[in-house]
């Protein structure tokens, strides 16, 4: 099973951005599609952004898109969040999550199958 660390979490005025960071060890990082979820304080987990094992596929939640764009660097063995225009709404605990790339690469298996979490970074954003 592969473990996920993540970072770049912080405190930002609305407007402003951050980049989170997924750092992946003890398996082949390419074996995995990799997506970002949160959850706010009172609320259930949400999916956010997701791409496949190469990199050549992404995908994202509307309530992100055109803000947040989501990279990988399989030599690194990193995924990356890129959050831009941050809202208050966007306040929440960011997990990195892993999807075996042998349960298919439609979005909806891959969706179904993050089996690997991260311990979550907390970001905030001020109005």
């Known amino acids: 099973q592969v473990q996920l660390v993540e970072s770049g979490g912080g405190l930002v005025q609305a407007g402003g951005s951050l980049r989170l960071s997924c750092a992946a060890s003890?398996?082949?990082?390419?074996?995995?599609?990799m997506g970002w979820f949160r959850q706010a304080p009172g609320k259930e987990r949400e999916f956010v952004a997701a791409?496949?094992?190469?990199?050549?596929?992404?995908y994202y939640a509307d309530s992100v898109k055109g803000r947040f764009t989501i990279s990988r660097d399989n030599a690194k063995n990193t995924v990356y969040l890129q959050m831009n225009s941050l809202k208050p709404e966007d306040t929440a605990v960011y997990y990195c999550?892993?999807?075996?790339?042998?349960?298919?690469?439609?979005?909806?298996?891959?969706?179904?199958?993050?089996?690997?979490w991260g311990q979550g970074t907390q970001v905030t954003v001020s109005s």
């Open positions: 003890g398996r082949t990082f390419s074996s995995y599609h």
């Open positions: 791409i496949t094992w190469s990199g050549g596929r992404t």
């Open positions: 999550a892993a999807a075996e790339t042998q349960y298919g690469s439609s979005w909806r298996s891959i969706l179904a199958n993050f089996g690997s």
